[in-house]
C-alpha cells in the first residue's frame, strides 16, 4: 500500500507555478521522497529526490516540511510538456528487499 | 544511448501462447524490477531481482517467470498467456542504497486476444 496521498488531478494555467502537494505522515528518519512523472505513452521518469533540506533541479523543486510528513513538488513555469500524471513515493536508505510502491499520483493538466 | 531497454515495445498474441520480453540496463545498477501497469493505470511491483537474485516476488501468477541472467539483464517469461495479462509492462533498475533512484524503461505493451 502506498505511503504517501496525493490529490487525484490538478490544473494550472501555461507558464503559471504549479504546486503538486503530498502527505506522507508515517515516513521515517531514513525514507528519501521521491518524485517521478508519468508523461503519456511514456514510462515513469524521475523528477527530483530530497531527505530532509528543500532541493533544485534543473527540472522542479522539492519543499520539505520541517517535520517531514508532506512535501511540495514545485514546477516553476508549467508548460504543456508538463501535463503528466506525478507520483511521490518513499524510498527507505537501505531499500534492500522492499520496493517503490507507487499509488495513483496527481494527474496535472495543464491549459494553454 | 538508452539506459534502461526492453523489448518487444508491442506484443500482441492469442491465449495460451508463451511470450518474453527482454530488458537490459546500462547503468552499472544492482537492482532490477519489473511493473505491470493495468488499463487503470495503477503500477504494481512483480518482480524484484539483486545481483542475479530474486529477492522480491510479489503475488503474482506462477505463468509468470523471471530470469536474470546477469545483473544487467531481466527477462519476463509468461506461460498460458490470458486475456487479463493485457498491460503495459515496465522494467525498472536502482542502486540498493542511499537516493536510489529508479530509472525506467520505455514500457511493453502487451495484448492478449
Known amino acids: 500500500d502506498a505511503k504517501t496521498t496525493q490529490p487525484n488531478s490538478m490544473e494550472s494555467n501555461e507558464e503559471e507555478p504549479v504546486h503538486l502537494p503530498c502527505n506522507h505522515s508515517?515516513?521515517?528518519?531514513?525514507?528519501?521522497i521521491h518524485w517521478y512523472r508519468q508523461l503519456p505513452s511514456q514510462g515513469p521518469e524521475y523528477v527530483i529526490h530530497g531527505l530532509t533540506s528543500n532541493v533544485n533541479n534543473r527540472m522542479a523543486s522539492l519543499a520539505i516540511a520541517e517535520d517531514r510528513k508532506s512535501s511540495t513538488l514545485i514546477l516553476h513555469r508549467a508548460t504543456l510538456r508538463d501535463a503528466a500524471v506525478y507520483y511521490c513515493i518513499l524510498r527507505p536508505w537501505d531499500n534492500y528487499g522492499q520496493n517503490f510502491v507507487f499509488g495513483p499520483g496527481t494527474r496535472l493538466s495543464v491549459l494553454p | 544511448d538508452t539506459a534502461v531497454s526492453q523489448t518487444p515495445k508491442y506484443l500482441v498474441t492469442q491465449m495460451g501462447n508463451d511470450k518474453s520480453i527482454k530488458c537490459e540496463q546500462n547503468?552499472?545498477?544492482?537492482?532490477m524490477y519489473w511493473y505491470k501497469q493495468d488499463s487503470k493505470k495503477f503500477l504494481k511491483i512483480m518482480f524484484s531481482?539483486?545481483?542475479?537474485?530474486?529477492?522480491i516476488n510479489e503475488t503474482v501468477p506462477n505463468r509468470f517467470s523471471p530470469k536474470s541472467p546477469d545483473k544487467a539483464h531481466l527477462n519476463l517469461h509468461i506461460n498460458s498467456l490470458e486475456l487479463g495479462d493485457s498491460a503495459v509492462y515496465f522494467c525498472?533498475?536502482?542502486?540498493?542504497?542511499?537516493?536510489?533512484?529508479?530509472?525506467f524503461g520505455a514500457g511493453s505493451r502487451l495484448t492478449v486476444l
Open positions: 525498472a533498475s536502482s542502486t540498493t542504497s542511499g537516493a536510489n533512484v529508479l530509472t
Open positions: 508515517t515516513i521515517s528518519g531514513t525514507d528519501y
Open positions: 531481482y539483486n545481483n542475479k537474485e530474486l529477492i
Open positions: 547503468l552499472g545498477h544492482d537492482t
